[in-house]
């Protein structure tokens, strides 16, 4: 390691200065993330560090190539490279995950959901339509059938999980363009257990007849059983996509597995590459062979050119999740949250669904008294980074809210175990226990108003930093 390390500290220590003598700005702000990221407690459930292998591959001239189109069928010349790469990272997706059909060009996990939203609609409605018309293409409809197809287009229906019970805002949410382009219902948890109730989904989806069931979450702390998920999609003849962007690291380490393993079960899977699965920023669709066809058509229906940077850091990413150390990560991922679950629940914090089996844990800061604005402001001022979030049926709304949701995947790639882990639920409960809401003037929505005790940001911020030097991030890295 101190070989590569020293390699590696002079690689970039070489490049920032080249960067800095074309703008010092960007230098020093790409200087500064590094000190950050290593000064501070990250728990933001969405976020991971990347290898130095994976971060190397994204700064390279494939990103300098147009390849619109897909592998060996492309509107540009001289595209063999890219072909190559992103090749090698489908073959990775697709044996690491068991799947039929692999497309990693999807730039971001909405850019992924994106295609498979359109591709689902081009397999389920656009084609039978072309059927039905006579039409080989799109290219021979008269502009009477283009308005007939277009009206069919915005007549579907899609169901996904509400946003303040997990959901995300590509699940039919009334400000995103899902909820613009489909007529939707979401779906919630039950009230009392916070669990999703899967007979009264079974009766609102027979009832509301989606083109689309969507499984997957951003903010639920629990495992989701697709087997289910299955049954209801098919009782209502409805194709299943799962968006598991949060967990997929989860289910590439196989962590979950039989019915917590979306990709048997589902015809769509989408995810990023980003979050628990620890590659670089960027997307992924999975589908059954069924799909392959429409999905493969994410360019030109939604995407550009591919990033041939990205998807080449996706393959040396998804290449490190098939090694066996990434299921010992995937474990620890899980063990930890559950961990730092009951280190929280033990010291009188209250959890939503009483609290995890997955990455996430979603705390309800409502019985201290607080926002979850003004927890993940005292939170921060004591060097640890989380974020609010709604709870289910939020007394506080969507910006205020009355959660913090924290999650394991990134400081369990920094070495934390349980006992670090027990150590950052004192630290928060602590933070916690020693903030006082400052009521905001009705109409005066601006800074989260909190009073923290004299000391306590001092005494976290000095506890979090002896864990944080125990286990360094990119061990070695010296700029
Ligand atoms: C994070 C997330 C996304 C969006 O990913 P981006 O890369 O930010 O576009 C989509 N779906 C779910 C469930 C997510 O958690």
């Not at 920094?414 to 006082?436: H, M, P, S, W, Y």
Request: charged share 20%; glycine share 10%; hydrophobic share 40%.
């Amino acid at each position: 390691m101190s070989d590569f390390a020293s390699t590696v500290s002079s690689i970039y220590s070489q490049a920032l200065g080249v960067i800095e003598s074309v703008e010092p700005r960007i230098a020093a702000a790409t200087r500064a993330e590094l000190s950050d990221q290593r000064a501070s407690l990250k728990l933001i459930a969405s976020e991971n560090y990347a290898s130095l292998p994976v971060l190397m591959t994204m700064g390279t001239w494939l990103s300098d190539k147009y390849a619109e189109g897909t592998i060996g069928h492309r509107f540009y010349a001289g595209c063999q490279n890219i072909d190559t790469v992103e090749d090698v990272a489908a073959e990775h997706a697709r044996e690491l995950f068991g799947a039929e059909y692999a497309y990693a060009q999807p730039h971001s996990g909405i850019d992924a959901n994106l295609v498979a939203y359109w591709s689902i609609l081009s397999h389920r409605i656009e084609s039978p339509a072309l059927e039905r018309l006579g039409a080989k293409t799109v290219n021979d409809l008269t502009e009477a059938d283009w308005e007939a197809l277009r009206a069919e287009f915005n007549s579907q229906r899609v169901m996904g999980m509400s946003l303040d019970a997990g959901g995300h805002l590509t699940h039919g949410f009334r400000h995103n363009i899902s909820g613009k382009m489909f007529r939707q219902r979401s779906y919630g948890t039950n009230p009392g257990t916070g669990l999703i109730d899967y007979d009264k989904l079974l009766a609102d989806a027979r009832e509301f007849k989606p083109l689309i069931l969507v499984a997957g979450y951003s903010a639920y702390p629990r495992r989701v059983n697709f087997a289910r998920m299955r049954e209801i999609a098919d009782a209502v003849g409805a194709t299943l996509f799962v968006d598991m962007a949060h967990f997929a690291g989860l289910v590439a380490g196989k962590v979950f597995t039989g019915e917590e393993d979306p990709i048997p079960y589902a015809d769509v899977v989408a995810t990023t590459t980003h979050k628990s699965l620890r590659g670089p920023r960027g997307g992924l669709v999975l589908a059954t062979k069924e799909y392959a066809a429409s999905v493969d058509r994410g360019c030109p229906m939604v995407l550009g050119g591919p990033l041939g940077h990205v998807m080449a850091a996706k393959a040396v990413a998804l290449a490190e999740a098939r090694q066996p150390a990434f299921q010992t990560y995937a474990q620890a991922v899980a063990d930890n949250a559950k961990t730092l679950a009951d280190g929280l629940l033990r010291r009188g914090v209250n959890l939503v669904t009483g609290g995890t089996d997955n990455h996430l844990v979603l705390l309800d800061v409502g019985s201290f008294g607080l926002t979850g604005r003004q927890a993940e402001s005292a939170l921060l001022d004591s060097g640890i980074v989380t974020n609010r979030n709604s709870v289910p049926n939020d007394p506080n709304g969507a910006w205020y809210t009355t959660g913090v949701r924290i999650g394991t995947p990134a400081l369990t790639t920094r070495g934390f175990g349980a006992a670090e882990f027990d150590r950052v639920a004192e630290l928060i409960t602590d933070v916690l226990k020693n903030t006082t809401p400052v009521a905001t003037a009705a109409g005066a929505p601006g800074k989260a108003r909190y009073d923290l005790a004299e000391g306590t940001a001092e005494r976290t911020r000095a506890a979090a930093a002896e864990l944080l030097a125990a286990n360094p991030l990119y061990p070695g890295l010296e700029l």
